[in-house]
């Protein structure tokens, strides 16, 4: 299937700790994007990479490092977990704008 | 900064009606707008794309128009089922600079049987 996928999940973990997230999208996109959900909903933008490339970076705390091993992955690292962290995390892919959106179907990241 | 509104914020309608959701945006220079559906606990599907020359796209039962100079999109959904039931997401990309999406918050709408 084509498609744009994470993992995990779901991932509880406890505050301080180091977690990862990965995502691949096999659409043969060229960028990729991490967005966040909170718990109100609200989607916004975090990074996006574009051929490896970081081209966006929001203000986003530096415990929050992207990386891009090649065009087809973006892994979001998260180090010393807060609280307030915890929200639904969105990968998403894009050829070019003349075709819109791939989203995954989120990772719900827990901290306790 | 771009905002992007979306009203109502949640919608409850029996099945069979016609409705209508909303979105608005504060700065016309987009490159496209699209619409999302989003299932609880569920990732994002994307339903329709309009370019920013467009002024309507369609897909089955959906329709969605852009009115780009006043700001505004609407997604129209015929004859709604209770499968309907979900909240629908509207987006935004920029025209120049960075090209991602910048969201609106949402209309939770409720199909009843």
């Known amino acids: 299937d084509t498609a744009v996928s994470q993992t995990p999940k779901y991932l509880v973990t406890q505050m301080g700790n180091d977690k990862s997230i990965k995502c691949e999208q096999n659409l043969g996109h060229d960028t990729m994007y991490w967005y966040k959900q909170d718990s109100k909903k609200f989607l916004k933008i975090m990074f996006s990479y574009n051929n490896k490339e970081l081209i966006i970076n929001e203000t986003v705390p530096n415990r929050f490092s992207p990386k891009s091993p090649d065009k087809a992955h973006l892994n979001l690292h998260i180090n010393s977990l807060e609280l307030g962290d915890s929200a639904v995390y969105f990968c998403?892919?894009?050829?070019?704008?003349?075709?819109?959106?791939?989203f995954g179907s989120g990772t719900r990241l827990t901290v306790v | 900064k771009q905002e992007v509104t979306q009203i109502p914020a949640a919608l409850s309608v029996p099945e069979g009606e016609n409705l209508v959701l909303n979105c608005s945006f504060t700065d016309s220079a987009i490159y496209n707008l699209q619409w999302f559906r989003q299932d609880p606990g569920k990732g994002l599907t994307s339903l329709l794309l309009i370019q920013s020359s467009q002024r309507e796209q369609t897909s089955g039962r959906l329709n969605a128009s852009l009115d780009k100079s006043s700001g505004r999109s609407t997604l129209y959904i015929a004859a709604s089922q209770p499968g309907d039931s979900a909240t629908y997401l509207c987006a935004v990309t920029r025209r120049t600079g960075r090209r991602a999406l910048t969201f609106g918050s949402g209309t939770r709408l409720q199909v009843q049987p």
């Open positions: 998403a892919s894009s050829r070019d704008d003349n075709y819109g959106y791939t």
